[in-house]
């Protein structure tokens, strides 16, 4: 059984672009974030990266606090 999306949920996930804009940040440096553990991680559909509008409001409201606890090497 294949899951499907509303409309409503889909207007929930934001490209990288989108959650960049959002961040107020360039493509780039969201890219940055999200690997570095800086950022909530992404929502992964099929080849599709999507991050939860709710999610970064939450994040962006907190003062963007690291998602991720750093490893020490």
């Known amino acids: ?4 999306l509303d409309p409503e949920h889909l207007r929930e996930l934001l490209s990288a672009a989108e ?3 959002m ?5 780039r440096s969201w ?4 690997s570095s553990g800086k950022a909530p991680a992404p929502v992964r559909l099929g080849g599709v990266v999507r991050w939860r509008k709710s ?3 939450e994040w ?3 003062g963007c606090p690291r998602v991720r606890k750093q490893v020490e090497r």
Request: avoid cysteine; aromatic fraction near 10%.
């Open 19 to 21: 959650a960049a804009e």
């Open 1 to 4: 059984m294949k899951a499907t």
């Open 55 to 57: 999610e970064l409001a």
């Open 60 to 62: 962006i409201a907190a």
């Open 31 to 34: 890219w940055r974030y999200v």
């Open 23 to 27: 961040a107020g940040v360039a493509k």
